[in-house]
């Protein structure tokens, strides 16, 4: 497809569970984001991809967030043991490059995780 | 820190012209984006400046002020579809990588 896109769209799972949250960058982007949005707040860094690599992970908030990316394409997040507080909308971008150029970054319409 | 401030909400007219300001303090600075989201939708750009002064695009124009910390999202000619929550994101923080650091973004009602 033409943008990105980010798999389920929705996801409902109960407390203690493992989620598995899927982006697929457009084509020929080496830089990828994720983003988290919490109701009532802005959007929040969580991780930076250059390639396959994870120059930055500073926005993860704890050990049970992770995230990979294979091929220079696809990338997974995924949280262990969920907690109510994870509850938001999980977005990813993706960009030509990142670094101090300029570089438009395109976002998915996000996964929306709700935790019971 | 890094802080990024914007109105929750506004509330404009069709037809009018509505000012969207936004202040930040970021340890490093790369550029300055607007970002509309309609709601349940993905942000899709806007605008974006990284010297001083006005970029006009259309019926939206932002402008920069490094100095002072400060841009604004202009809209004119106001249209119904221009409700949504507007976002001002700062690239760069303490690190190189072009992570977006946003404000809280603010939700523009149209009221015809």
């Known amino acids: 497809g033409a943008g990105v896109s980010q798999s389920p769209s929705n996801k409902v799972t109960e407390k203690g569970k493992d989620v598995e949250l899927r982006c697929d960058p457009i084509?020929?982007?080496?830089?990828l984001y994720w983003y988290r949005q919490s109701l009532g707040q802005g959007l929040e860094f969580l991780i930076y991809?250059?390639?396959?690599?994870?120059?930055?992970k500073s926005g993860l908030p704890s050990d049970r967030f992770s995230a990979e990316r294979t091929g220079g394409s696809v990338s997974t997040l995924t949280i262990q043991r969920t907690q109510q507080e994870d509850s938001a909308v999980y977005l990813c971008?993706?960009?030509?490059?990142?670094?101090?150029?300029?570089?438009?970054?395109?976002f998915g319409p996000g996964t929306r995780l709700t935790v019971l | 820190g890094q802080n990024i401030d914007q109105p929750t909400e506004m509330t404009a007219t069709e037809g009018a012209i509505v000012q969207i300001n936004c202040t930040y303090q970021?340890?490093?600075?790369?550029?300055l984006f607007w970002y509309q989201q309609h709601a349940g939708e993905a942000p899709t750009f806007l605008s974006y400046?990284?010297?001083?002064g006005l970029e006009e695009k259309g019926r939206f124009s932002s402008f920069l002020s490094r100095s002072k910390g400060y841009s604004y999202l202009l809209l004119k000619e106001l249209q119904m579809k221009d409700s949504a929550s507007y976002l001002c994101?700062?690239?760069?923080?303490?690190?190189?990588?072009?992570?977006?650091?946003f404000g809280q973004g603010t939700t523009l009602q149209v009221k015809p």
């Open positions: 970021t340890s490093g600075f790369n550029g």
């Open positions: 991809f250059q390639g396959n690599s994870a120059p930055d």
């Open positions: 994101a700062v690239s760069g923080g303490s690190s190189n990588t072009g992570k977006l650091i």
């Open positions: 400046n990284v010297l001083d």
């Open positions: 084509s020929g982007h080496t830089a």
């Open positions: 971008a993706s960009s030509l490059g990142g670094g101090r150029s300029y570089n438009e970054q395109f």
